[in-house]
């Protein structure tokens, strides 16, 4: 379990990182990664420009490798061996960002480290972009970072599997709320997999993750983001669950309901696939 007592904001912007970036206990991380049919390389990109001193974390090679299913959670010993391999400590202040301008996958990472107990992790608000719209350096090659010594403890509680789903298909005890876009949600538009059945979760309601940000990558201002839950009908005091195609841009959503308070917000790990 971390032993870094305080936590940061779970969203700064650019600036704030500015101001920090350098000192001893912040550590940055490009968690960029992009769908199948997505022809970019986000290892690539790391290599040719990042923000100075960022290490790269690959989602893929951070998963669980025992399972056919994409990028779920590793066990907790594997990720703190790799999170150390990438000179991470739990005295560390992290800030997560990544290159797609909708936090496809950085608000993932945030989740994966929140759910392995570290609370002191930020998503950079605007991503790779906005630290480049603003005119903060870049540098290019490969960050290897001495080892680290980071622990972690998987927080189940927060982690919702297919038992758990279907069964609350039944029960309605959670609110179900889909982070796909609105085609793939309503089976009009194919999944990035190949073999997977369109349509949604019976009773989940749709918010596109994409719709969270504005034109620029940041993130839609509080009353507006608390407007789009309550268009779908979401109920920020009672417990709720948020999907997507496998897990990742659903933490989009968990980011979001953190910036509202919401307190008891799980992700379904694997999700439609």
Do not use: K
Request: some cysteine; aromatic content about 8%.
């Amino acid at each position: 379990m971390s032993t870094n007592p305080h936590t940061i904001p779970p969203l700064v912007p650019v600036a704030w990182l500015a101001q920090r970036i350098g000192a001893p206990n912040v550590r940055v991380v490009d968690a960029s990664w992009y769908l199948p049919t997505d022809p970019r390389n986000a290892a690539a990109e790391y290599a040719a420009a990042h923000i100075p001193g960022a290490v790269f974390f690959d989602l893929d090679a951070s998963s669980n490798h025992s399972t056919p299913l994409p990028h779920m959670l590793p066990s907790a010993d594997e990720f703190a061996a790799r999170m150390s391999a990438l000179g991470l400590s739990d005295s560390d202040d992290l800030v997560v960002y990544d290159g797609s301008g909708t936090n496809l996958s950085a608000a993932r990472v945030w989740w994966m480290f929140r759910v392995f107990g570290h609370r002191a992790v930020a998503v950079l608000d605007g991503g790779f972009g906005a630290w480049r719209a603003a005119g903060f350096p870049v540098e290019s090659g490969t960050v290897a970072r001495p080892s680290g010594r980071f622990t972690a403890r998987l927080d189940a509680a927060h982690v919702r599997d297919l038992v758990a789903m279907r069964a609350n298909v039944d029960t309605h005890t959670e609110q179900m709320i889909d982070a796909r876009s609105a085609g793939r949600f309503e089976g009009t538009a194919p999944e990035p997999r190949p073999g997977l059945r369109g349509g949604h979760i019976p009773g989940s309601r749709s918010l596109p993750y994409t719709d969270l940000v504005l034109p620029n990558g940041t993130m839609r201002p509080v009353d507006e983001l608390r407007r789009m839950f309550d268009a779908v009908g979401a109920d920020l005091n009672e417990p709720i669950v948020v999907s997507c195609g496998s897990g990742t841009s659903a933490c989009s959503l968990a980011l979001a309901l953190d910036l509202l308070g919401a307190a008891n917000v799980s992700v379904y790990d694997g999700s439609w696939t």
